[in-house]
């Protein structure tokens, strides 16, 4: 448990080696974030919400979500005065806060992110990698759907730039095919092109 201010614990273990690094990088990136699970079970049973008063569990809460648009994501920086501002109270009324037994930085831990010390939360962190990996899901299969389309239509393309039929179904040329045209044609695929790639394939390219 965090008692007292952030701000003085920080300092006490700014340069312990036990500080752990956070793992997603600063430069890590959520574009359209704007959702997050939120497993209400899990909350209404955490201790947290058992041993809090109403007051700290909103401004904890509040936290929970602010953290989702920091960086790195999931972050939370640990300047007194910038958790109030984003708090939208007072420094004085913030102070009180984290001097009670459950403060709203309960569970909130120092961590190293890159050269800067910020607060991480084990379930936020646990969100947040959640989040990265849906996105790099989206990303992938999106990428799959892609490369699909695009196989389908050089069948056509090589048949227009004078390649035979059974050389549609080789899906191992195919893949070469692609590559080639990727790293050296990435514009508009033409006969001319097309047939540039199947020749230079032929050289052994």
Known sequence: MMRGLVSRTVMQIHDSADLPDYPIAPDERLEGHYFVPFWFNRWLNSDFRLRASAEVRGYGLDLFFIAQNQTPVGTLPTDDAVLAKLLMIDLATWKDLCAREIGPLYNWRPCRCGDAIRLMHP???????????????????????????????????????????????????????????????????????????????????
């Open 123 to 205: 379930v936020v962190t646990e969100q947040a990698l959640d989040a990265l990996k849906r996105r790099r899901d989206q990303i992938a299969a999106r990428e799959r759907e892609r490369e699909r389309k695009r196989l389908i239509a050089l069948k056509r393309q090589i048949v227009e730039a004078g390649g035979h039929v059974g050389m549609t179904t080789n899906p191992d040329y195919l893949g070469r095919l692609d590559a080639w045209l990727l790293e050296n044609c990435p514009g508009n695929r033409t006969p001319a092109r097309v047939r540039e790639a199947m020749e230079a394939l032929d050289q052994g390219f």
